[in-house]
């Protein structure tokens, strides 16, 4: 299996531009996590969806984001307008349910920059 | 409410020197346990993790965790370090028995590798 694919993996953009972070899960996974990594907050949970309905976003820090998943293979998260201050990794991550303790896996991250 | 702790942020140690990275966790249920370490420019992947049985759980590249039920803590250790484990360490706990797949890290452990 290919794992959790992300684009782009890197992005600079310039304050104010539209984001969109795309995310394929792993076939046959049905929950999908967004996570946002900085060195100053460290790992956070922005959004999950299960069987793709979002369960809980309350992570999610403001209006400016959204995500959505259309399909069991694809999500987005999408930065409207974006600030230097979201200048973080945005992890997508999948994971199989029906049983707490399931492992979660990761993809490689996409890097945002926000000048 | 759930939590997990990570009492170091960073840990120094000479190269084939033990290391011991400590974890706590808070819960008023069973839980389950999970380390998992960041390369550096990488993603997450799972290390090891505790869903029942022993409490001596193995993972890979020689690591290995503890669980303490009364301590409340799922420290990992490894007898011999090698420069090739210099990332950082995420110990993370989801409840058991449940359907929620939402799992909560801690703010990770930078192990540094000294030569």
């Known amino acids: 299996d290919a794992g959790v694919i992300q684009s782009p993996r890197h992005e600079v953009t310039e304050m104010g531009q539209e984001v969109t972070l795309r995310c394929k899960p792993i076939s046959g996974h049905n929950s999908l996590f967004w996570y946002r990594q900085t060195m100053m907050r460290g790992l956070e949970l922005l959004i999950y969806?299960?069987?793709?309905?979002?369960?809980?976003d309350s992570g999610m820090p403001e209006d400016r984001f959204s995500a959505k998943m259309p399909n069991a293979s694809f999500s987005t998260l999408k930065i409207q307008p974006s600030e230097p201050r979201d200048s973080a990794v945005y992890f997508c991550?999948?994971?199989?349910?029906?049983?707490?303790?399931?492992?979660?896996?990761f993809g490689e991250g996409s890097w945002l920059t926000v000048v | 409410a759930q939590s997990v702790t990570q009492l170091d942020s960073q840990v120094p140690v000479f190269e084939e020197a033990p290391v011991e990275l400590r974890c706590n966790y808070s819960?008023?249920?069973?839980?389950?346990l999970f380390w998992y370490v960041q390369y550096p420019n990488q993603g997450l992947q799972l290390l090891l993790k505790?869903?029942?049985?022993?409490?001596l759980v193995k993972g890979i590249n020689g690591f290995e965790a503890e669980f303490n039920k009364s301590q409340t803590s799922f420290h990992l250790r490894k007898p011999s370090v090698h420069i090739s484990d210099t990332a950082e360490y995420f110990c993370a706990v989801t409840f058991s028995g449940g359907r929620d797949d939402k799992i909560i890290f801690g703010k990770g452990t930078r192990l540094h590798i000294l030569p």
């Open positions: 819960s008023s249920v069973s839980v389950y």
């Open positions: 505790y869903l029942s049985g022993s409490t």
């Open positions: 969806f299960n069987n793709n309905v979002p369960i809980d």
């Open positions: 991550a999948s994971s199989w349910t029906g049983l707490s303790g399931n492992t979660i896996y």
